[in-house]
């Protein structure tokens, strides 16, 4: 099992920042993605960002060029610096993570998600 403890989310203005982190603990293979997804109100939990424990970064395409995803491997957390903040960011935000074999294949059973934390930007 993993458990995962998101931290950062809250208010901001439109332009503005947050951070988001999230630590992970428990059974977290040396290969492994971690990223965000986010579910506004009445719709689909949606990709966000996710890198793997080699660094290799995806991004959704709304949010590419103002978010960005890192992560500490000595701590296995993640972070996502959001900057110029849309009032469609808003949504709450899950930290995920996924296990893999050595040849990258992630394991179904090995999904794990966060509680979520709220993102709420006003215009």
């Known amino acids: 099992q993993v458990q995962l403890v998101e931290s950062g989310g809250g208010l901001a203005q439109a332009g503005g920042s947050l951070r988001l982190s999230c630590a992970a603990s428990g059974s977290i293979f040396r290969i492994n993605a971690m990223g965000w997804y986010r579910q506004a109100p009445g719709e689909q939990r949606e990709l966000v960002a996710t890198i793997t424990s080699f660094g290799n970064t995806d991004y959704a395409d709304s949010v590419k060029g103002r978010f960005t995803i890192s992560r500490d491997n000595a701590k296995n957390t993640v972070y996502l610096q959001m900057n110029s903040l849309k009032p469609e960011d808003t949504a709450v935000y899950y930290c995920?993570?996924?296990?893999?074999?050595?040849?990258?294949?992630?394991?179904?059973?090995?999904?794990?998600w966060g509680q979520g934390t709220q993102v709420t930007v006003s215009s």
């Open positions: 995920n993570v996924r296990n893999a074999d050595d040849r990258g294949v992630y394991f179904p059973s090995h999904n794990y």
